[in-house]
């Protein structure tokens, strides 16, 4: 995703003017455990990768996608907040 999806010039388009990347490490280094529980908090879900859509200020989730993700229904997760 980061090397292939994320630069896209369709998703690019997208992605840098509406949101904030926000990266968490949840398999390693000396933050896992916490991390681990913000991953579940936010998402219920134990696996990587997950994308979520996070609303800072509410606190609420406003998307996600598990796995692996093509451009197309990468374009589809990022517009779908967009549009409410």
């Not at 390693?28 to 998402?43: D, I, S, V």
């Not at 859509?53 to 990022?78: C, H, Q, S, T, Y």
Request: glycine share 8%; proline share 8%.
């Amino acid at each position: 995703m980061e090397g292939s999806v994320f630069p896209a010039p369709a998703v690019a388009v997208i992605l840098e003017p509406n949101y904030v990347e926000a990266r968490l490490h949840c398999d390693g280094g000396p933050r896992m455990e916490e991390n681990n529980a913000l991953q579940k908090k936010m998402t219920d879900i134990a696996g990587q990768p997950v994308y979520v859509i996070w609303e800072p200020v509410d606190e609420k989730k406003l998307g996600e996608a598990n796995g692996r993700v093509f451009e197309k229904d990468f374009i589809e997760f990022l517009k779908k907040p967009l549009k409410k």
